[in-house]
């Protein structure tokens, strides 16, 4: 996992709510052996339809995702994950999300930064104004701010979480930070445990 401080990029305003994991990433996805290609069935139904916000050119590029409340309802699949992050995205930005879908982001290193819905429909209104309007998430500060309208807004995440984004360590990567402790309780195990 990469180690992630500041996040500045342009949004694509998904304004839809109760986005489940199966429109993140339809269960023919889940097939697949490799750990790539995932952004291809990214909202992959959704897509089909021209005016479906991602068709737009004007959020060509776009790395977060501002969306509604109750993002990534539904089963947990981390492919979800991988899908968004493989189209580009570091970020969703939402009133709220599942409990299942942000303990996937937070061990695969997208964040889930989570504010009032009032500052989604502002950072909406701030994208509908200027598809190239700047957001930035501080992951030290745990803020996210959209300078041009004067937008700065915390978010909670708790101290663990946001050690593991300033460092950039998954589940191995903080174990492997005990690897002193391990390697002195292996060299004192009784031989015969093996």
């Known amino acids: 996992m990469k180690s992630v401080h500041v996040i500045t990029g342009r949004g694509l305003p998904l304004k839809r709510s109760d986005v489940d994991t199966d ?6 996805w889940l097939k697949r052996v490799e750990r790539t290609g995932f952004e ?3 909202f992959a139904t959704w897509r089909d339809d021209r005016q479906f916000v991602m068709n737009d050119a004007r959020y060509a590029g776009a790395s977060i995702i501002v ?3 109750a993002f990534g309802v539904g089963s947990s699949r981390e492919h979800a994950v991988w899908a968004i992050q493989q189209a580009g995205f570091d970020a969703v930005i939402a009133p709220s999300f ?3 879908f942000r303990n996937n982001c937070t061990k695969n290193g997208l964040v889930p930064v989570e504010v009032p819905e009032a500052t989604v429909h502002r950072i909406w209104e701030a994208i509908d104004a200027d598809p ?5 998430i501080d992951m ?5 701010e959209v300078p041009a ?16 984004f300033l460092n950039g360590l998954d ?18 195990r009784p031989a015969w445990l093996g």
């Open 23 to 28: 429109q993140i990433i339809p269960a023919e």
């Open 40 to 42: 291809k069935g990214l």
């Open 67 to 69: 969306a509604g409340p």
């Open 98 to 100: 599942s409990d299942i």
């Open 132 to 136: 190239n309007v700047e957001i930035t």
């Open 140 to 144: 030290t500060r745990l803020t996210v």
């Open 149 to 164: 309208v004067g937008i700065v807004e915390s978010f909670p995440i708790d101290a663990q979480t946001q050690h593991r």
């Open 171 to 188: 589940d191995i990567g903080i174990t492997l930070t005990h690897a002193g402790k391990i390697d002195a309780y292996e060299a004192t």
